[in-house]
């Protein structure tokens, strides 16, 4: 009887020994899985509570700019400044550079 004992003890610690890696594999994985979620939760909760600051930032904005007339001058109205931003990008990227 003794030995039918150790030797499915053995075979139980052999087994346990060889598949290890499977394991060690498997729960490495589930940990990536539950910090990944939880990572995501906090993501989105810094999303939401991000979008709510800047939201009320920009209707305090808009009220001080409303009540004060902020913004820009005169001479650089939005799109006109926009426009000719984006022409002087577009000319210093893909003027040829020589040292």
Same mark, same amino acid.
């Given at each position: ?5 150790? #030797? #499915? #003890?053995? &075979?139980?610690?052999?087994? !346990?020994?060889?598949? @290890?890696?499977?394991?060690? $594999? &498997?729960?490495?994985? &589930?940990?990536?899985? !539950?910090? $990944? /979620? @939880?990572?995501?939760?906090? *993501? ?5 509570? *991000? *979008? ?11 009220? @001080? ?19 000719? +931003?984006? !022409? /002087?990008? /577009?000319? +210093? &990227?893909?003027? #040829?550079?020589?040292?």
């Amino acid at each position: 009887m003794q030995s039918k004992s150790s #030797s #499915s #003890s053995l &075979l139980i610690i052999v087994l !346990i020994i060889f598949t @290890f890696p499977i394991w060690i $594999g &498997l729960i490495g994985g &589930l940990f990536g899985i !539950i910090a $990944g /979620v @939880f990572g995501a939760v906090l *993501g989105v909760f810094g999303a939401v509570i *991000g *979008g709510v600051f800047g939201a009320f930032g920009a209707l305090i904005g808009g009220l @001080f700019g409303w009540m004060f007339n902020w913004g820009w001058p005169d001479y650089m109205h939005w799109n006109g400044f926009t426009i000719i +931003l984006i !022409i /002087v990008m /577009v000319v +210093l &990227l893909t003027r #040829s550079r020589k040292i």
